[in-house]
């Protein structure tokens, strides 16, 4: 089992910026790939980014360069910066773990971190 622990979430202004955290433990496998997935209130679950262990990087297309994904393998850590955020941004963001490479990994869910843009 992986376990997964997001932090970052908050309310923020349109145009500002967050930065979320996820971090994994328990049994991590060396080939992986870790992700974001959003869910707005009514809609279904969509894919934001992903990253592998080699850091190849995957990205939803409405994001148009807005979102950065990142991490940092010595804290088993993967962090999505958001900036010039909007009101259509607001979901609750939900942290992945994936076995292998995969660029929209589903093994393993966190619990989700509230995001909430004002207008």
């Known amino acids: 089992q992986v376990q997964l622990v997001e932090s970052g979430g908050g309310l923020v202004q349109t145009g500002g910026s967050l930065r979320l955290s996820c971090t994994a433990s328990?049994?991590?496998?060396?080939?992986?790939?870790m992700g974001w997935s959003r869910q707005a209130p009514g809609k279904q679950r969509e894919f934001v980014a992903s990253?592998?262990?080699?850091?190849?990087?995957n990205y939803a297309a409405f994001l148009k360069g807005r979102f950065t994904i990142s991490r940092d393998d010595a804290k088993n850590t993967v962090y999505l910066q958001m900036n010039s955020l909007q009101p259509e941004d607001t979901a609750v963001y939900y942290c992945?773990?994936?076995?292998?490479?995969?660029?929209?990994?589903?093994?393993?869910w966190g619990q989700g971190t509230q995001v909430t843009v004002s207008p």
């Open positions: 992945s773990y994936g076995i292998g490479w995969s660029g929209n990994p589903i093994d393993y």
């Open positions: 328990g049994s991590l496998v060396s080939v992986n790939s």
């Open positions: 990253i592998t262990n080699i850091h190849s990087t």
